[in-house]
């Protein structure tokens, strides 16, 4: 039986691989901005992933504490809040960039 904390490592784990599926075929900032389907349902999964790093104990998160929590729920909360102010370019490095290492450093932490 999976942990509730085992459940949101997993669930990232998810949302990652959609993220980069969503956004594989998409060569910039500027195409991603302006496909409307896959931007929409990329910034679902950032609040899918912030949802589930609030749901992780905190016992485990101070068990870890070299994962960028905080940053993670904060991004989570800019998608939400202000959701038409976000830069296209900002999200777009954040998935070239930080989504392939937070989707390994979740899978070395449930493996």
Known sequence: MLTKDQHCLESIIEATDR????????????????????????M?????????????????KKEHPKMEWIKIKG???IVV??????DAEE???IIKNKIPVLKSDIQHLID
């Open 75 to 77: 991004f989570r909360n």
């Open 91 to 93: 999200v777009w490095q």
């Open 44 to 60: 679902m999964n950032f609040v899918v992933i912030g949802e589930m790093v609030d749901k992780l104990s905190d016992d485990f």
């Open 81 to 86: 809040h202000d959701y038409f102010g976000i």
């Open 19 to 42: 993220i980069i599926e969503y956004t594989s075929g998409i060569k910039s900032a500027d195409d991603f901005n302006n496909d409307y389907r896959n931007f929409d349902a990329t």
